[in-house]
């Protein structure tokens, strides 16, 4: 007899007896053995085995372990040699996973076959691929999937095309409303977009704000846009969030395969340059990807680049455009605007690059350096003898920032400027949510001393009884009213209506855009209290008001 290893596990127990048995018992349960033959015939099989698969044991004895697994001889002895695992499915299509372990007994010529039950591993790392491969949010398939789909239809050389919606202002929307609100308008849009999904137009959520649709067998760009198009009007349905109702669009762009570039870049790049395009543009339909639309992108970035640049080194300057009293024709107060003009891109319009600071949320740092400057230059002109109010445009991004009241409070005591001529304007639409939170805000600048005024009031979507909660002092008519208030008679009955209900609620009235001589004798015949615009003077640099109000420099 061969020497035994005592040193092993088990070996050192010296197990007799009782304990031997109970120890073969335990195996047999959880180690799942079955006794074959010389011929893989099964002579006895584990309870337990049968048991977890459904079958009786006594079935099982006298048949091949082949016609028994249900498994050919061919595959189950490779899983052996090998060590991988094999599925055998038993009653009720009741399927186990198991690596199978076999312990030959050459001198009886039987084979012990230990089966390792591998099937709660196998769910586990199932739905660990399923949380990888999804979005927890939606539920939908995520990049990672999209990436495996296109690489598939590249290798069976499917024409696609890739279409990427993404939700313009969900910045906004998340940083003003709080993310319960950004998450619920992502699942809203999930939902809506489901309704598009079939077989061959897979849809996927690749990025916070963005979706996508990969349609296989589609390369003509006339039949995908008709795809992007009908998804559009339901988009536009209004999406209700704790009782608040939000108005949403998108931006579409799109690539094909095979198209232009085909063997350049990805085709998630193309589409992702091609949405950035749309999103720039402001285009309602579906952008498609051409070469050229890289050179646009690069330039975006290129913006964002010089705009970083130019935030750390205070490369900006204040305009000021002048307002006058309708009744004196005097000048009584000045509303800064920012202006940029850098080394390379040459003087950028506040079109351009307002949009990406916002974007980019370099927009606050940015609007706390106007805030200080505004403040300093009316400091000058009140130490000069002109006490005018200044008007600094707050984004709703500053606005609804938790240290706004502060930045203010600050930018008054550096630079010794009076509250009361200081003059913040927020546009209406910034007042429509988060109302409770907006009047707190609204309430602490007040107690500061400083004016509140409504920018471009006419063109939001809020309810007017706003105006009675809000301690507001100026409404400033919105151009697009004043500019055909000649012409057009509904805006002669729009701007009246607004100057007569400020009017009523003690408030200013202040019409923008004033460009036509004849639209003075209107607004004064109707009480308006000031105006400003290009009829009496554009934005000019501090030292060109300076210069306007004999103010020696």
């Known amino acids: ?21 109970n120890l073969l018992q335990f195996m047999e349960e959880h180690a799942y053995p079955v006794l074959l033959d010389e011929t893989n015939h099964i002579l ?33 002895q490779e899983a052996v040699r090998s060590g991988d695992s094999i599925s055998i499915t038993g009653k009720e299509n009741t399927a186990c996973t198991f690596q199978l372990l076999p312990y030959p007994i050459p001198h009886l010529g039987r084979t012990i076959l230990f089966h390792r039950n591998l099937t709660l591993l196998e769910e586990a790392k199932a739905a ?23 690489t598939r239809t590249e290798l069976e050389k499917t024409p696609v095309t890739l279409i990427i919606i993404d939700i313009n202002r969900f910045k906004y929307y998340n940083d003003t409303l709080g993310p319960f609100t950004g998450d619920a308008l992502i699942a809203q849009m999930g939902d809506k977009l489901r309704r598009f999904r079939t077989n061959g137009f897979q849809l996927f959520r690749v990025g916070g704000d963005k979706f996508a649709f990969l349609l296989e067998g589609i390369y003509r760009s006339e039949t995908a846009a008709t795809f992007a198009e009908r998804m559009l009007p339901l988009i536009r349905e209004p999406f209700f969030i704790k009782g608040k109702e939000l108005s949403v669009s998108v931006s579409l762009g799109a690539a094909v395969r095979p198209g232009k570039d085909s063997a350049g870049r990805s085709l998630i790049q193309q589409a992702t340059t091609a949405v950035q395009s749309a999103k720039e543009e402001g285009i309602e339909g579906v ?16 913006l964002e680049h010089r705009l970083r640049r130019a935030l750390r080194r205070k490369d900006f300057s204040l305009h000021f455009q002048p307002q006058y009293d309708l009744a004196t024709k005097e000048m009584t107060g000045v509303e800064a605007l920012l202006r940029w003009t850098d080394d390379e891109l040459g003087m950028v319009p506040p079109a351009r690059f307002i949009p990406a600071a916002e974007e980019s949320g370099m927009i606050v740092p940015l609007g706390r350096w106007v805030l200080l400057e505004a403040c300093r230059e009316g400091k000058r002109l009140s130490d000069a003898g002109h006490r005018l109010s200044v008007g600094v445009n707050i984004s709703p991004l500053q606005f609804q920032s938790r240290d706004f009241v502060a930045t203010v409070r600050n930018a008054l005591h550096t630079s010794g400027f009076d509250a009361e001529l200081l003059d913040l304007e927020i546009t209406e639409n910034d007042l429509l949510y988060h109302r409770e939170e907006c009047l707190e805000t609204l309430q602490q600048l007040k107690s500061l001393g400083v004016r509140i005024s409504i920018d471009d009031f006419g063109t939001g979507y809020s309810s007017l009884s706003y105006l009675r909660q809000f301690p507001v002092d100026t409404l400033k008519i919105d151009k697009s009213f004043i500019r055909e208030v000649l012409d ?10 607004i100057i007569q209900l400020a009017h009523n609620m003690n408030m200013r009235v202040v019409a923008e855009g004033v460009e036509k001589q004849e639209t003075i004798p209107f607004l004064a015949a109707r009480s308006c209290d000031a105006m400003q615009g290009f009829l009496y003077s554009r934005p000019m640099p501090a030292a060109s008001l300076y210069k306007q109000l004999g103010i020696a420099t």
């Not at 035994?4 to 048995?21: M, N, P, R, V, W």
């Not at 949380?131 to 296109?150: C, F, H, M, V, W």
């Open 287 to 302: 952008v498609f990807y051409d070469p050229e639309l890289r050179c646009r992108f690069d330039k975006r970035l290129q």
């Open 128 to 150: 660990i691929d399923e949380l990888s491969a999804t979005d927890s949010l939606t539920g939908l398939p995520n990049r990672k999937e999209l990436e495996k789909a296109i």
């Open 44 to 76: 006895k099989m584990s309870s337990t085995l049968a048991g977890l698969l459904g079958l009786s044991n006594s079935a099982a004895e006298g048949v091949s372990y082949e016609q028994w697994s249900g498994l050919p001889a061919a595959e189950w």
């Open 1 to 21: 007899m061969e020497h035994i290893d005592q040193t092993g596990l088990l070996a050192s127990l010296k197990l007799e007896g009782e304990h031997l048995y």
């Open 488 to 497: 057009n008679r509904n805006d002669q009955a729009i701007v009246a209506s």
